[in-house]
């Protein structure tokens, strides 16, 4: 009786296990054209059909790679999918271009900013768009010093970037050719914002006092009280990397670093280096 016993608790803690050790699995992801991410267990994977099995079910669904633009595999292997290039899949690495219709002449197109922190190697999506859209602002509001060329419109370039499985972390991986044939451009302006921080206390001491006149020796006497404030400033150290291609030629590549080290200086270094570049003329 007691040997059931023992056995039924065993079992029980052996299934408690296993249901831990597959719940804290790492799943696949499936990214849609539709940009809907699915996540699965993928059991197979063939010319015309992706098949897989959510978490906690044992149904097989096959999903057919048309409407699939990335598999994101748990093992960290990536794979893109192109089928109007008659190559369904290829794995990362030898990743398919997805190309666009035509390349539009005298057109430049603003890639995503990285923007990393140099000590943690953090980076931050919000800024990366954020420095991507301040750069790309100030090329419209120079659109004369820039003519002939126009700026392609940012949605256009992010969305384009989206279906090809780009982002801020991995544009500075992807080749500058297969960049212009996926956004339909011949010029691009690339940037990159490194940065690391530093702190510093600095202390103010304030005196103040109240005078008297002794009665008997007609002495002055002062009782001084003193207050102290400590004040921390953040400093913030940038570099930042400034590079334009056309045809996929590299004209232009310059390396800054701000002279003030407050927060938002790095906006400054971008506008020296665009109106320095190539592409700038003065009206």
Not at 32 to 42: A, N
Not at 126 to 155: E, G, H, W
Request: proline share 2%.
């Amino acid at each position: 009786m007691i040997l059931k016993k023992i056995t039924a608790v065993i079992l029980m803690l052996f299934v408690s296990v296993l249901s831990f050790a597959q719940s804290g699995k790492k799943l696949d992801k499936i990214i849609k054209r539709d940009y809907q991410i699915i996540e699965c267990t993928i059991s197979k994977v063939s010319d015309k059909t992706v098949e897989y099995s959510l978490p906690g079910e044992t149904l097989v669904i096959s999903l057919d790679v048309s409407q699939i633009a990335k598999i994101d595999f748990a093992s960290g292997r990536s794979q893109t999918f192109d089928v109007s290039a008659g190559n369904n899949s290829s794995s990362s690495g030898s990743s398919t271009i997805v190309a666009a219709s035509e390349i539009k002449q005298n057109t430049i197109a603003v890639l995503p900013v990285p923007y990393l922190n140099s000590d943690t190697q953090e980076s931050s999506e919000d800024m990366a768009k954020f420095a991507q859209n301040d750069l790309y602002n100030k090329l419209l509001d120079k659109s004369s010093n820039i003519f002939p060329l126009t700026v392609q419109d940012l949605r256009t370039t992010n969305s384009l970037l989206h279906k090809a499985g780009i982002d801020h972390n991995n544009i500075d991986e992807t080749p500058i050719e297969d960049l212009e044939k996926i956004l339909g451009v011949d010029n691009i302006v690339a940037a990159k914002v490194s940065y690391t921080m530093n702190s510093g206390t600095t202390a103010t001491t304030y005196n103040s006092g109240n005078a008297k006149i002794s009665d008997n020796n007609k002495k002055v006497k002062t009782n001084d009280i003193s207050t102290t404030t400590a004040n921390t400033q953040v400093y913030y150290y940038y570099t930042v990397y400034f590079d334009m291609y056309k045809n996929t030629s590299k004209i232009y590549s310059q390396t800054r670093k701000p002279f003030l080290a407050v927060k938002d200086s790095w906006i400054d270094s971008i506008s020296y280096l665009l109106k320095r570049s190539p592409i700038y003329t003065k009206k």
